[in-house]
Structure formats: C-alpha cells, structure tokens
C-alpha cells in the first residue's frame, strides 16, 4: 500500500504586529546608529558633522519609536511560552533592560548634546526644543552616562543574539518565528 506524504502545519504563536515592526525598524535603526557613533571620533571634521547629524537624528528617532514601543507593550500582549522558568526569566529581564537602555540611551545623547551646547537639528531640517539648554555643569555627566549605555547594550545586544541563535540552531526550536 502506497501511504500518501503528509504535510504537518506547525503553528508558532508570534508577538503582535505592532511588536513586530517596532522591534524591527528599532533594531535596524540602533545597528546603524551604533556604529556611526563609534566611528565619529576618528573621523576629520568635515566628514564628522554629517555623521554627528545622522547618528544623533537616527538616536533621536529611536527615543520617539521607544515611547511608543513602552505604550505598544502595555497593551499589546506577549505570546505565551512553555520555555522552563528559569529561561523566561533571563529572556524578561534582558528584554527589560534591553528597554531601559533604549531610552537611556538616546536621551543622555540629546541631553548631553544640549548641554554641551549644541542643539539637535533633526536631519539638519528640524531644531528641536532643548528642556535644558546648554548647561556645561552637567554636560560631562550626561556623556558619561551616553558612553557608558553604549557598551552595556553591546554586552545585552550580543546576550540576545546568542539566546537567539541558541535556540535556533543547537535547540531548533521556533523562537525565531515569534518575532517574524
Ligand atoms: C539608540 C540611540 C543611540 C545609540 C545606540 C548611540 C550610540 C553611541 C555610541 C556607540 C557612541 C560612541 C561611544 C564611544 O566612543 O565609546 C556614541 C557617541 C555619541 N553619541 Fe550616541 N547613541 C544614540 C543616540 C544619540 C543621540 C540621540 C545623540 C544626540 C542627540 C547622541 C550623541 C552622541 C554624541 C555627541 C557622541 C560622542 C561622539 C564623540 O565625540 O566621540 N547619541 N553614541
Ligand atoms: C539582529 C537580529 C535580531 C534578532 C534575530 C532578534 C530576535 C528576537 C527574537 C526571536 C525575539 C523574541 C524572543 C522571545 O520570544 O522570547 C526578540 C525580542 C526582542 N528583541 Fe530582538 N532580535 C534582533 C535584534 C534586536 C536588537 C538590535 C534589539 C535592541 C537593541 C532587540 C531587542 C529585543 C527586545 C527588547 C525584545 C522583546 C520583545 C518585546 O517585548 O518588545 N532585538 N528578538
């Protein structure tokens, strides 16, 4: 007797669409970001004003879409997990942090450009309102802050990848698919 191939349709509760989008432009957006601030301080000043322009105008704008991404999570639910206990905590906290430095992040860089005296030209189009203005006393304090986020979220970045491919290629299991 000839058995008939079947086809198994497997179904992978995903986050929602929102979800999906804002962590998508807001990761395309913090891999451009991140490594155009890096590379500003080996640059000549005429390539660096532009780069100074778009890093600031593109962190700018990760803030802007964090905000909306805090107010999209409290309503829009997470997919449920049957990952052990101990992993759904790891993936929770790094996900939470992973937020507070999203914010953190972009905010001491505006609040530190300010304070230094140069206010944010979004895309050299829009001057964009400073609530502190130039305040050299906590100038330093706010670079410090910005430097500092900077290489913590490297560290959370590289976590995320790893639980990632973790899960897709030695486990093989769908997590990847709850994001796509
Ligand atoms: C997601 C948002 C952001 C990320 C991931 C980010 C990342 C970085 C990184 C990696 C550096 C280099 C750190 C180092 O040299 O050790 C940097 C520097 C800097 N960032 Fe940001 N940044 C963001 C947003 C912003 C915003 C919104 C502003 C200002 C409006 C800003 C202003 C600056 C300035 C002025 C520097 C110093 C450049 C220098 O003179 O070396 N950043 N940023
Ligand atoms: C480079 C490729 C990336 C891949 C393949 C990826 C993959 C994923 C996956 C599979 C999830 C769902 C995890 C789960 O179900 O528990 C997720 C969630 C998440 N990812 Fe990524 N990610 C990437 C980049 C980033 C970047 C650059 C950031 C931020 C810097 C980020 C921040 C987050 C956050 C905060 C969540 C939690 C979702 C939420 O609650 O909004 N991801 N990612």
């Known amino acids: 007797m000839m058995l008939k191939p079947s086809r198994a349709t497997i179904v992978v509760e995903r986050y929602p669409g929102t979800s999906r989008i804002l962590h998508w432009i807001i990761a395309l957006l913090v891999l451009a970001t991140w490594p155009l601030g890096l590379v500003i301080q080996f640059l000549t000043k ?29 309503i829009a639910r997470a997919p449920k997990s049957d990952a052990p206990k101990i992993e759904r905590l790891a993936a929770t ?8 430095l999203l914010i953190v992040m972009p905010l001491s860089g505006f609040l530190a450009t300010n304070a230094h005296g140069f206010p944010l030209l979004w895309f050299g189009l829009i001057a964009v309102w400073s609530p502190i203005g130039t305040a050299p006393a906590v100038a330093s304090l706010f670079s410090t802050v910005h430097l500092w986020s900077a290489w913590i979220l ?19 299991d769908l997590t990847l698919y709850r994001i796509l």
């Open 93 to 100: 906290t790094v996900h939470g942090l992973l937020y507070l």
């Open 46 to 74: 005429d390539v660096s004003l532009t780069v100074y322009m778009l890093h600031e105008s593109f962190g700018f704008l990760v803030l802007w879409l964090m905000l909306i991404r805090v107010g999209n999570k409290l």
């Open 154 to 172: 490297l560290l959370l970045f590289a976590l995320h990848v790893a639980a990632v491919l973790l899960h897709h290629i030695v486990k093989r």
